[in-house]
């Protein structure tokens, strides 16, 4: 067995390595709360915090708000309810999502 100290490139090495070690941890550390957040947030109403509800209306999936009785769509839901003309309530539909439309794209 021999008392030499480490060579300088040990001490690099194991000192880089480390640093690695931390940064992998810290990466895993947080991608695991970002998702940790996302789980506690998911089907959540937007405006209130309550459970959404995943209900039919003219054949379309929207999701309702148990307490405030919000409605929210999930990308092109809306844009199938103003095709139903059944739905009575296309043309209100149509204005809003044309109005959402212009908004993102800045008309």
Same mark, same amino acid.
């Given at each position: =067995?021999?008392?030499? +100290?480490?060579?300088? &490139?040990?001490?690099?090495?194991?000192?880089?390595?480390?640093?690695?070690?931390?940064?992998?941890? $810290?990466?895993?550390?947080?991608?695991? !709360?970002?998702?940790?957040?996302?789980?506690?947030?998911? =089907?959540?109403?937007?405006? *209130?915090?309550?459970?959404?509800?995943?209900?039919?209306?003219? %054949?379309?999936?929207?999701?309702?708000?148990?307490? *405030?009785?919000?409605?929210?769509?999930?990308?092109?839901?809306?844009?199938?309810?103003?095709? $139903?003309? &059944?739905?009575?309530? %296309? +043309?209100?539909? !149509?204005? =809003?999502?044309? %109005?959402?439309?212009? +908004? $993102?794209? %800045?008309?």
């Amino acid at each position: =067995m021999t008392t030499d +100290k480490p060579s300088r &490139s040990e001490e690099e090495y194991f000192a880089k390595r480390e640093v690695e070690l931390r940064l992998a941890r $810290k990466q895993a550390d947080d991608e695991a !709360a970002s998702d940790e957040e996302r789980r506690s947030h998911y =089907m959540k109403c937007p405006k *209130c915090g309550a459970n959404l509800e995943i209900e039919e209306y003219h %054949g379309i999936e929207i999701d309702r708000c148990s307490e *405030c009785n919000g409605i929210w769509f999930d990308a092109g839901e809306a844009e199938l309810l103003t095709e $139903k003309e &059944s739905a009575g309530f %296309g +043309k209100i539909f !149509a204005s =809003m999502v044309r %109005g959402v439309r212009a +908004k $993102k794209t %800045g008309e």
